[in-house]
């Protein structure tokens, strides 16, 4: 049997990530970065997609290439029309990019990246995999927000929930390495955007974000939770215009605002060198993560797992240390040894709740459901 080849496209706000998968074997991958950015040779997605096409052509393996047996493309937001990955057709990219308002940083990328392959390789099935998904399973009572039915109906407004590839692959790692495939698991994916879910038997009870990748935790540039107050306040008082807030709380807030820094890894040197800024930045960034991790503990009812992961949740063992602090009475706790040494496992041995490290590989994650998809459908 032939292992078959799927590339991955994820297009984010501004960078392409792509991965070409021969079954669990990436055979390459890469990353364009800083599309559309002031100073940058890369204009647009299009552009982009076109550096994608000429790395993998350079290295022999060409989106021309006849191995090739699908397209599996990361598409932020699907709303409540999409629950499961699904075959992308026309009418499919209609309704993807309908929700362009709902996720206008992210769809519109996706559908570069859509369009772009689907132009190149025409003969290929191509499929959606949906950041909204795996979030599609939360509760009336954690999606809804608490405001007029009628508007919210009207305009979509609910919590949708993002990273959904992350929290499905980690928490199906993390509750099976601890023997229970069945059990609760908290993840944790802290990487530029961040994000946390209460999973429960695979499915997914809670998740901090909300109708927009905005809410929850503390990000790089990304405010997170915010008395909505605040928005009306600086628009009638603060005399800023829509635009202005929209940028400020997704461009110019997080670690970011605070600090000047949106890479931990540079707060991270300020902090030890004693910067004042960097601290309150790094404290407000730890703070609301204890919340979110006793919270998602009230959720459950019981842990068995705390999964950290992405770029911050992978490579910060400070932050992984000062995030679950003085949580000993919930039965969850890190050894300091096995966290700096980055182990598997961090917490100590004989305590309630076992801490995990799980790198994330939403590629990964993205070629099985693009390849779960093609036995079910034809390609049209
Ligand atoms: N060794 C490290 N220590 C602390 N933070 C790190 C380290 N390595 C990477 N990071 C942080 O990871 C973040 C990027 O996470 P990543 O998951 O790669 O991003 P994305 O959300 O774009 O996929 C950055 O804020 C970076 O500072
Ligand atoms: C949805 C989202 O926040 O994605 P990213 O972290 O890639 O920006
Ligand atoms: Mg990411």
Redesign the pocket.
């Known amino acids: 049997m032939t292992v078959k080849r799927v590339l991955v496209i994820n297009s ?1 706000s501004s ?1 392409v990530k792509y991965a070409l998968l021969a079954g669990e074997d990436r055979l390459a991958s890469g990353i364009v970065e800083r599309i559309g950015e002031p100073g940058s040779p890369v204009a647009d997605h299009g552009a982009a997609l076109d550096i994608v096409a000429d790395e993998l052509a350079g290295q022999g393996l060409g989106i021309d290439s006849p191995e090739l047996t699908a397209i599996g493309h990361r598409v932020v937001h699907g709303g409540t029309d999409f629950t499961e990955p699904t075959l992308i057709t026309d009418e499919v990219t209609a309704m993807i990019e309908e929700l362009v308002p709902l996720a206008p940083l992210h769809n519109p990328g996706n559908l570069a990246g859509i369009e772009v392959t689907r132009r190149l390789r025409p003969d290929l099935p191509q499929v959606a995999v949906f950041d909204t998904a795996f979030h599609s399973t939360i509760s009336p009572a954690a999606a809804t927000y608490a405001i007029d039915r009628e508007v919210a109906e009207r305009l979509r407004i609910r919590r949708y929930g993002f990273h959904g590839t992350s929290h499905a692959y980690v928490s199906r790692e993390a509750a099976a390495e601890a023997g229970r495939p069945d059990g609760n698991v908290i993840v944790l994916h802290l ?3 961040a994000s946390a879910s209460a999973v429960s038997g695979g499915r997914c009870l809670e998740t901090s974000m909300g109708m927009t990748p905005l809410e929850g935790l503390v990000m ?1 540039t990304r405010s997170g939770d915010l008395d909505p107050g605040v928005l009306t306040y600086l628009a009638r008082t603060g005399g800023m215009s829509f635009e202005e807030i929209d940028t400020m709380l997704n461009r110019g807030g997080g670690m970011r605002g605070l600090c000047g820094d ?4 540079a707060v ?1 040197e300020r902090l030890a060198a004693g910067d004042p800024d960097a601290e309150l930045a790094f404290s407000v960034y730890c703070h609301r993560l204890r919340k979110y991790v006793g919270a998602y503990y009230a959720v459950l009812g019981t842990v068995d797992v705390i999964a950290f992961t ?3 949740g992978e ?2 063992p400070l932050v992984r240390q000062t995030a679950l602090d003085g949580l000993e009475a919930l039965g969850i706790a890190v050894d300091p040894g096995r966290n700096e040494r980055g182990e598997r496992v961090i917490s100590p041995d004989g305590t309630a709740v076992r801490v995990v490290v799980i790198p994330t590989n939403e590629e990964l994650e993205i070629a099985r459901q693009t390849l779960a998809v093609l036995p079910r459908t034809k390609h049209p």
């Open positions: 984010g960078s990487g530029n955007g790089g949106n890479d931990m890894r991270q992405g770029g911050v490579n910060s």
